[in-house]
């Protein structure tokens, strides 16, 4: 359990330095306006207690994520918790905390519209679809699935999926058009707690029971453990199998929410970068009761073959055999609650979005519901789908969204003269990811590996020399801000 406990400790110790790196590079106003300050509407630009806030942003951003992808990402054993612990503090970490900190500069907006005003219209466009589908796709697939689980979980007749669908969809339309501080507010901080509570019990529980958990050696790192290793190598598989816990394009969608509720920018290192932090300390104790609970790596690896890789029914094993009738119980808030409460934000997070597109104020509850409603109708129509087809690209999508942040934060240092590498390495290392990852997955197409991986050199490479292109043709020295 030694590793376990040294990533433990690199993430904790990373949030009080590489988190102090971040915010001195991007240089915080204490003095300056927020637009919870300058802008409010008693809607969206609400000002709330950074405790509240880290409670919503947290919730906003777990979900399942942190879970499911641990789950799954255990498949490839201890190289999980390398991942997980750097790919928090280097990726995940400054993604999180620039994307949330230059919507907070520009006046709340959604991240696709700093896109464009950073690297051009023609990307701003791509992003607004990318970043429209990806919301709607995890709006709709998070009222699906917990619909079924509390459908085979109430043992009533008139309790059918379809009722819990629509108790759900009408919770969501509540909590996307309502202020923030209505529902969100008030019921967010209650989840987020208990959603901790789990995570702490869990962990506390595995170290209480002596779990076997695997160490970290080179030849752990080296192995691909996972039972199809020819399908699913160590790179990119990983990487885009753990996203939320390690890095997540749909946590920029997420952080303008918050960006609209923070009272000064001394608040956006605990609020943007300690979540991340916090969502990789629940991935890690994810990952590490997970290779250990069934017995080992091989066997969790045979567990989740049977069941066609359900996570789902991996957690609630986890969950009644270390906690008992208790993890039962918090099995259904992980699986049930946590979903909701990613949802419900990102239908509202593409309201939001829509209208920075149209510059439609929200304050009005009819501008509210005429786009609001809209979306509702698009994901009852996707609903009727067949979501295994679409749900194969999502972590793609999600991921593909991480890296042109990155590239985006890369471009604003860049412009401010500040110290850019921080976020051009874990771009262009993104970058190798999600090409590589579309050229060779069997949902992608399924090329050779060495090809995928050349061509995702061949790609982050292009947008390496672009940039220093670019560096150049502003005939400015960039000179990286004192840390000291």
Not at 186 to 205: E, I, K, N, S
Request: charged fraction near 10%; hydrophobic fraction near 50%; charge should be positive.
């Amino acid at each position: 359990m030694i590793t376990f406990f040294v990533c433990v400790g690199i993430l904790v110790l990373g949030y009080y330095t590489y988190g102090v790196i971040c915010e001195r590079i991007f240089t915080i106003e204490r003095t300056r306006p927020t637009p919870a300050i300058s802008m409010p509407d008693g809607v969206d630009y609400v000002p709330l207690p950074r405790w509240k806030s880290f409670l919503i942003q947290f919730l906003n951003i777990a979900g399942l994520g942190p879970i499911f992808g641990a789950v799954a990402g255990a498949m490839w054993g201890p190289a999980a918790f390398l991942w997980i612990a750097l790919g928090t503090l280097i990726a995940g970490g400054v993604h999180d905390y620039f994307s949330g900190m230059l919507s907070l500069r520009n006046g709340g907006k959604s991240f696709t519209e700093i896109t464009g005003k950073y690297l051009g219209r023609p990307l701003m466009q791509f992003m607004r679809v990318l970043t429209f589908v990806l919301l709607i796709m995890v709006g709709t697939v998070f009222f699906i699935g917990p619909a079924q689980i509390l459908a085979n979980l109430v043992d009533v007749s008139w309790l059918t999926v379809t009722v819990w669908s629509s108790i759900i969809l009408f919770y969501y339309i509540l909590s996307t058009i309502l202020p923030i501080d209505k529902i969100i507010g008030r019921l967010y901080p209650v989840f987020g707690a208990v959603f901790l509570l789990m995570t702490v019990a869990l962990g506390a529980a595995m170290v209480y029971r002596e779990l076997p958990v695997p160490e970290l050696s080179w030849d752990a790192f080296a192995t691909n453990r996972h039972i199809h290793p020819e399908k699913f190598p160590v790179f990119p598989m990983l990487f885009i199998t753990i996203a939320c816990g390690a890095i997540s394009g749909f946590h920029a969608t997420q952080s303008p929410l918050i960006a609209r509720c923070l009272q000064h920018e001394g608040q956006g290192r605990s609020v943007f970068y300690g979540t991340m932090v916090t969502e990789g300390v629940v991935a890690m104790i994810w990952a590490a009761v997970s290779m250990s609970y069934f017995g080992g790596i091989r066997e969790l690896n045979v567990f989740m073959d049977e069941r066609s890789g359900n996570a789902a029914m991996a957690v609630n094993e986890i969950c009644t055999g270390v906690l008992g009738r208790l993890g039962g119980i918090l099995a259904i808030v992980g699986v049930v609650v946590a979903p909701i409460t990613s949802g419900d934000t990102a239908f509202r997070s593409a309201r939001l979005l829509l209208a920075d597109i149209f510059q439609l104020r929200q304050r009005a509850m009819k501008n509210r519901l005429m786009l609001a409603l809209p979306l509702f109708g698009i994901a009852f129509a996707i609903s009727l789908m067949d979501f295994g087809v679409i749900w194969r690209y999502f972590a793609w999508t999600n991921q593909t969204l991480a890296t042109v942040v990155l590239w985006t934060i890369t471009a604003y240092l860049i412009g401010q003269g500040r110290y850019y590498w921080i976020a051009l390495v874990p771009a262009v290392f993104m970058t190798n990811v999600v090409v590589s990852y579309i050229l060779v997955a069997p949902e992608g197409l399924s090329l050779p590996h060495g090809l995928s991986y050349a061509c995702g050199l061949l790609v982050s490479t292009g947008l390496l020399l672009l940039t220093f292109f670019h560096v150049y043709r502003k005939r400015k020295v960039i000179t990286p801000v004192k840390i000291s």
